[in-house]
Every structure is written in structure tokens, then in C-alpha cells.
T-cell receptor
Framework: QKEVEQDPGPLSVPEGAIVSLNCTYS??????FMWYRQYSRKGPELLMY????GNKEDGRFTAQVDKSSKYISLFIRDSQPSDSATYLC??????????????FGTGTRLKVLA | GAGVSQTPSNKVTEKGKYVELRCDPI?????LYWYRQSLGQGPEFLIY????????DSGLPNDRFFAVRPEGSVSTLKIQRTERGDSAVYLC???????????FGPGTRLLVL
């Protein structure tokens, strides 16, 4: 079992829809939770960064963390064709060397149809 | 300000050759990470530098892979005797400190023929 599980999609939605993207994890030591957006042939771009359980909102994006269920979500409201990309969840915990290396999900490919 | 830059953006080489991939982190970022991303997968950790030293190289797949950061800024990932299985996108990220958010470069796409 992978430490981080993410449905690879693809997920196709009409423009204006609410998108829900999810990841589950098995390592209870994870402390930081991130969502990155990656366009084709580009590097990952940070969207959201959270530490505690609960919701964090930034514009059309809401990140949700439920540590008791080991489940995180990213919601995109009023989705736009420009949101079409791969969305990667990432998590980190301190390692023995103090490193906070990221463990990524496989990414979910999202396509927003105009 | 300038983000993380990586060169070359694409590299095609033949099996058995040696390659070097360069990463120029955000100015002032002491932490630097290398990841490898295969098609349809998320990035996988290779090595982490804090300053000039490799604090964690547990992700390097074998001794053909080596990375340096001699002056605590630019880093070079070196791959000896390349194999076709090394073909992937190699991503570099930097952060102000290991606990802080990592910012990624555009990656180097390596193709080993």
C-alpha cells in the first residue's frame, strides 16, 4: 500500500462546476499537507498549504484536512477551462535527519470543458 | 523575483553516457531538493541539501546517481552510465528552510535512448 493514494482520473467537468479532488494517506506522522497544480510540461505550482485539520480557503480554492480519517480534499469552485491540469497532493513529516521531504500522490488529471 | 531555474530543459543522451543536470534555486533558500517524476506519477524524492551538505540522500536509486551543492546555492545532479530506465523529468525545488513550502522549477526532461 502506498503512503499516499490519489485517484489518477481523468476527471472531466463542465465549466462552472464544483470540483472535488481527494487523497488518503496511511502515515499518521504527516504534519503538513499541500496541493500543487501541474500544467503539462511544467513544474508543480503550489496552490494550498495547510497544517491543521479543518478548512482553508483561498479564492476559488478550499483545502480540507481530516487527520482523524487521514483524508484531504481540494475543492475548486466555479471551475474554469484554465483549471485543466494535473493536481498533486503532497504531505510531509519530519524524518530521522530532520528532513521534511514530500510524499506525493500520483496526481489527478482534471479537464474543465468550456 | 526569479523562481527556481533548471538547465537544460531537455536532454537526450545515449545509454551508458554521463549527464549533468543543473538547478539554480531561489536566492536565499538554504534547502534544496531533487525529485524524479515518471510519466503519470507524482514526483519521488531523491536527495535533500541543507546548505552545502546532503542531509538526506535516501532517495537516490543507486550509486550511479550523485548530487553536489558546493557553495550552498546551485546544485548539480550527476548520473553516470545512464540507463533507459533513468528517462524521466528531474525536478528541483527550494525552500527557505526544510519546514517551509517547497517551490519547484520547470524540470529537466531526460530521455535515454
Amino acid at each position: 500500500q502506498k503512503e499516499v493514494e490519489q485517484d489518477p482520473g481523468p476527471l472531466s467537468v463542465p465549466e462552472g462546476a464544483i470540483v472535488s479532488l481527494n487523497c488518503t494517506y496511511s502515515n499518521s506522522a504527516f504534519q503538513y499537507f499541500m496541493w500543487y497544480r501541474q500544467y503539462s510540461r511544467k513544474g508543480p505550482e503550489l496552490l494550498m498549504y495547510t497544517y491543521s485539520s479543518g478548512n482553508k480557503e483561498d479564492g476559488r480554492f478550499t483545502a480540507q484536512v481530516d487527520k482523524s480519517s487521514k483524508y484531504i480534499s481540494l475543492f475548486i469552485r466555479d471551475s474554469q477551462p484554465s483549471d485543466s491540469a494535473t493536481y498533486l497532493c503532497a504531505m510531509s513529516a519530519p524524518g530521522t535527519s530532520g528532513t521534511y521531504k514530500y510524499i506525493f500522490g500520483t496526481g489527478t488529471r482534471l479537464k474543465v470543458l468550456a | 523575483g526569479a523562481g527556481v531555474s533548471q538547465t537544460p530543459s531537455n536532454k537526450v543522451t545515449e545509454k551508458g553516457k554521463y549527464v549533468e543536470l543543473r538547478c539554480d534555486p531561489i536566492s536565499g533558500h538554504t534547502a534544496l531538493y531533487w525529485y524524479r517524476q515518471s510519466l503519470g506519477q507524482g514526483p519521488e524524492f531523491l536527495i535533500y541539501f541543507q546548505g552545502t551538505g546532503a542531509a538526506d540522500d535516501s532517495g537516490l536509486p543507486n550509486d550511479r546517481f550523485f548530487a553536489v551543492r558546493p557553495e550552498g546555492s546551485v546544485s548539480t545532479l550527476k548520473i553516470q552510465r545512464t540507463e533507459r530506465g533513468d528517462s524521466a523529468v528531474y525536478l528541483c525545488a527550494s525552500s527557505p528552510d526544510t519546514k517551509e513550502t517547497q517551490y519547484f522549477g520547470p524540470g529537466t526532461r531526460l530521455l535515454v535512448l
